[in-house]
T-cell receptor, first 112, second 113 residues
Framework: GQQLNQSPQSMFIQEGEDVSMNCTSS?????WLWYKQDPGEGPVLLIA?????ELTSNGRLTAQFGITRKDSFLNISASIPSDVGIYFC????????????FGAGTQVVVTP | NAGVMQNPRHLVRRRGQEARLRCSPM?????VYWYRQLPEEGLKFMVY????????ESGMPKERFSAEFPKEGPSILRIQQVVRGDSAAYFC???????????FGEGSRLTVL
């Protein structure tokens, strides 16, 4: 079946460092969403991408919709302690409105 | 979380009982989605509803699970005769018409004893 691969699974970084994570698939998507989830909470939408090649920023976060439409990445620059959490990518197939596939998540730990 | 309201936040049921989870979408949103999350995993799509219509239920187990979004009132995810494997966090999301952004609620955490 279809699979969305998110990596890395976890990252341990020092405050001030940049963070990169990505999602890849063999399927073609028409929308990519990036979420952050804290323990016991719901996912919070960070960035939405709708066009191949699109590069979008939200503060220190930057995400790109891969040109092949099969991948996306998220960068966090100059990490701070509150960046701790699990980040998920979600991709929507062209013929499946509302039906997003989620990656398994990237756990980010920031140490002072 | 942008106004999607879910209740209860926590629900404990014994095997064989019924679980009802409710979701009120954000104001102005007419599309509702239910996703399930197991510990340390990503979310899995269950069902997509609009008012009085099930649009896509391809992620819903064929038995014991049902969902509705009536003309008035919240969307309901109903699990009959719960089993231990139903223990999970169930998240509801909503979106406005024609926009592919999902806004999630805080989730309902079901524990089956």
């Amino acid at each position: 079946g279809q699979q969305l691969n998110q990596s890395p699974q976890s990252m341990f970084i020092q405050e001030g460092e940049d963070v990169s994570m990505n999602c890849t698939s063999s399927s073609i998507f028409n929308t990519w969403l990036w979420y952050k989830q804290d323990p016991g909470e719901g996912p919070v939408l960070l960035i939405a991408l709708y066009k191949a090649g699109e590069l979008t920023s939200n503060g220190r976060l930057t995400a790109q919709f891969g040109i092949t439409r099969k991948d996306s990445f998220l960068n966090i620059s100059a990490s701070i302690p509150s960046d701790v959490g699990i980040y998920f990518c979600a991709g929507q197939l062209s013929d499946s409105w509302g039906k997003f596939q989620f990656g398994a998540g990237t756990q980010v730990v920031v140490t002072p | 979380n942008a106004g999607v309201m879910q209740n209860p936040r926590h629900l404990v049921r014994r095997r064989g009982q019924e679980a009802r989870l409710r979701c009120s979408p954000m104001k102005g949103h007419s599309h509702v989605y239910w996703y399930r999350q197991l510990p340390e995993e990503g979310l899995k799509f269950m069902v997509y509803l609009q008012k009085e219509n099930i649009i896509d239920e391809s992620g819903m187990p064929k038995e014991r699970f049902s969902a509705e979004f009536p003309k008035e009132g919240p969307s309901i995810l109903r699990i009959q005769q719960v089993v231990r494997g139903d223990s999970a966090a169930y998240f509801c999301a909503s979106s406005p018409v024609g926009v592919g952004e999902l806004f999630f609620g805080e989730g309902s955490r079901l524990t089956v004893l």
